[in-house]
């Protein structure tokens, strides 16, 4: 996440700044014969950079923004080719007094979890699905607001305009959303021990297509499709409860196969907190809840909808090759989290206290019952309501679990320790969409090692084995081998070396000895060093990457692998 420093105007208007953040990053690939890299794959494109440069005005009640972006991408990226362009992405004004705000421009925001609206962008996936419109906010008194939006969703570098090409074509959003923050309206419940808020939206898209042939048969679908949520979050001392339910009106799509089921959605958590302890337990349902402004769109573009991920989100090299995508089609999530910290000058806490956490998450299929038509079995099928689904019926299909266990040691001042067991299964078949595919059943080690040198220099080391249910004997069936590129068993390390606040150089290596591939048996070297000064951070990295997922809050992008080097660079103002 970058930051941003004000740069007052002098000679400009009085009281007013501007601040802005640019990001430049580039990739040169080569022929890795070692890894399967061929020259047809970097298809003679062994360049790709991408960038950006935002830009933010403010004076008073008035600010105003743009951002420019320029993707020169190759095949070995992994992103989309439609984001390959150049020009302003993203501008916007807005004015607001604290009653009454008004944006026009390209708007990001989003309506409680944003079950069935939530427009954002991240850059690390080529993501942006902001909304070109208007938004306008009303607070009539404190601990009330009422937001509404009108527009349409970027789509790449398509153009706004009605007379498009149907392939670019996407439908208009409408939308509303109020809160009340009871707390803040009742004087009487400020200092209250027990906390409120209630909110409740309703989103509407408009196709203008009434008539699809699909296969051999023509639907007549609706022009508007809505959606509403309602949440509550409560709170009473250490608990805290929060729910959210989202339902949406039959919308048949590709994505859904043209089914008439209507969708919903349940998020709710429960949580405890105290000095040393904290417990979470949250619970998904999502239920045919794929909610787009485009009904032919397929990839992760025009989304409406967010479902959030309920499952820990790992970080270290391993355990990140099997990152869970959300199935907006239909899951079932649990997560049990807790977090302790053995206190200090204690037998098991030691001088300095010992972090224990404890997590399990996971993720099944929905029960699906099929409906009979005229003795005809409908399961899923075109033009139908497509199935029947009892609400708190889980599937038998595990789509993901993961249960992981981490310990957090200070032993000096000088010397830190962390090591982490995990224990993971992951529905390849499904998450990946390779039909056949084995699901992943591994067992993960991983340990990490902080020696302070002096107050600027450290020294860290990270250590991991990933343990496969698919072991380096493994039979193969024919046609399946591109599903095996990171199965059998993994070997990490890293060793980093930090002069703060300005340095770091690291080396790293992962290798898949275990593979029942002899020939996908590689290490896979890398290096790299940054450099920082105030708000310039730059990075260079090179050697080889592995295929994967790279997966942002549920939504993810495969990466395919590569040898190469990269560079980026990122500064505020």
Not at 57 to 75: C, V
Not at 87 to 93: P, S
Not at 284 to 309: C, E, H, W, Y
Not at 479 to 505: C, D, M, Q, S
Request: hydrophobic letters at 35%.
């Amino acid at each position: 996440m970058l930051g941003t420093t004000a740069m007052y105007g002098q000679g400009f208007f009085n009281g007013s700044k501007v601040s802005g953040s640019f990001q430049i990053d580039g990739n040169y690939y080569w022929e890795d014969k070692g890894i399967g890299i061929s020259k047809e794959d970097i298809n003679g494109e062994s360049f790709g950079a991408y960038g950006f440069g935002k830009l933010q005005y403010q004076l008073g009640d008035f600010s105003a923004g743009m951002r420019f972006e320029a993707y020169q991408t190759t095949p070995m990226s992994g992103f989309d080719t439609r984001v390959k362009g150049m020009g302003v992405a993203n501008f916007f004004a807005t004015y607001d007094n604290g009653t009454i705000g008004v944006t026009v421009g390209d708007i990001y925001d989003q309506f409680g979890n944003g079950l069935i609206y939530r427009s954002y962008e991240e850059w690390t996936l080529g993501y942006d699905n902001s909304l070109r419109g208007v938004r306008a906010v009303f607070r009539p008194t404190l601990g009330v607001t009422i937001k509404g939006i009108y527009g349409k969703q970027r789509f790449y570098w398509a153009k706004y305009d009605e007379n498009v090409s149907t392939s670019e074509d996407r439908g208009l959003v409408r939308g509303i959303d109020g809160e009340w923050d009871i707390n803040q309206s009742i004087k009487a419940w400020n200092i209250s021990k027990f906390h409120a808020t209630l909110g409740a939206s309703f989103v509407s898209k408009y196709e203008s297509d009434t008539r699809m042939m699909v296969g051999e048969s023509e639907l007549i679908l609706p022009q508007n499709v809505a959606a509403y949520a309602g949440r509550m979050n409560l709170g009473y001392g250490r608990f805290g409860l929060s729910a959210e339910y989202a339902r949406k009106i039959n919308d048949p799509s590709v994505f859904n196969n043209f089914i008439y089921r209507e969708g919903q959605e349940l998020l709710a958590s429960l949580s405890y907190s105290q000095k040393g302890l904290g417990v979470v337990l949250q619970v998904k349902r999502v239920d045919n809840m794929s909610f787009k402004s485009k009904r032919l769109a397929t990839q992760n573009d025009l989304d409406l909808g967010f479902i959030p991920p309920i499952n820990y989100t790992h970080t270290h090299s391993l355990p990140s090759m099997f990152s869970y995508a959300t199935q907006p089609l239909g899951e079932m999530g649990i997560q049990f989290q807790v977090n302790y910290t053995i206190p200090k000058k204690t037998f098991l806490g030691g001088k300095y206290g010992t972090k224990l956490a404890f997590n399990y998450s996971q993720v099944n299929d929905i029960k699906r019952d099929s409906i009979m038509v005229n003795g005809v079995n409908t399961l899923n099928q075109a033009g139908t309501k497509g199935y029947d689904s009892p609400f708190f019926a889980v599937g038998d299909r595990m789509f993901y679990r993961d249960l992981n266990f981490e310990i957090e040691k200070k032993i000096s001042t000088k010397w830190n320790l962390t090591l982490m067991y995990i224990n993971l299964y992951y529905d390849m078949e499904t998450i990946e969409n390779h039909p056949g595919a084995e699901a992943v059943e591994a067992n993960i080690a991983f340990g990490e090692v902080i020696y302070k040198i002096n107050r600027k220099h450290s020294l860290r080391l990270e250590l991991q084995h990933m343990w496969d249910n698919v072991g380096s004997d493994h039979e193969i069936e024919a046609g399946h081998e591109a599903y095996y590129t990171k199965r059998g068993n993994w070997f990490a390390f890293l060793l980093e070396y930090t002069i703060a606040p300005k340095w770091f150089v690291s080396v790293a290596d992962k290798y898949n000895y275990g593979n029942p591939i002899e020939d996908n048996r590689d290490h896979y070297f890398t290096g790299s060093f940054g450099y920082i000064k105030d708000q310039t951070r730059i990075a260079i990295s090179g050697g080889r990457q592995s295929e994967g997922l790279v997966c942002v809050g549920g939504v993810c992008r495969t990466v395919p692998a590569s040898s190469g080097v990269s560079i980026t660079i990122t500064t505020s103002f």
